[in-house]
């Protein structure tokens, strides 16, 4: 099975402190938490790449439970290949 994931962008209001990569306060890490606990509960989305337009996945959930799903998929892989390991 192949995946292909797209972050995007899905908060276009990062501006100034909360844009930056390198503005290590607590002030602006404390607000770039609450930025990444808004974009967990956001439905997820994709690129439309006719389109180019971020257009929400229907019965996709929130991003906080597309990525409990994906983490669960690499663990089980990950068992997996743990199980087959052990037999060669």
């Known amino acids: 099975m192949f995946y292909v994931i797209v972050w995007s962008n899905q908060d276009e209001t990062l501006t100034g402190d ?52 994906f983490a669960k998929q690499l663990s089980d892989e990950r068992k997996l290949r743990e199980s087959l390991a052990r037999l060669v």
């Open 18 to 69: 909360l844009a930056s990569v390198d503005i290590a306060t607590m002030e602006n890490l404390n607000n770039l938490i609450t930025v990444g606990e808004s974009l967990l509960n956001k439905p997820v989305s994709r690129v439309n790449f006719d389109t180019g337009v971020v257009e929400e996945v229907t019965n996709g959930g929130t991003n906080r439970e597309a990525l409990k799903r």
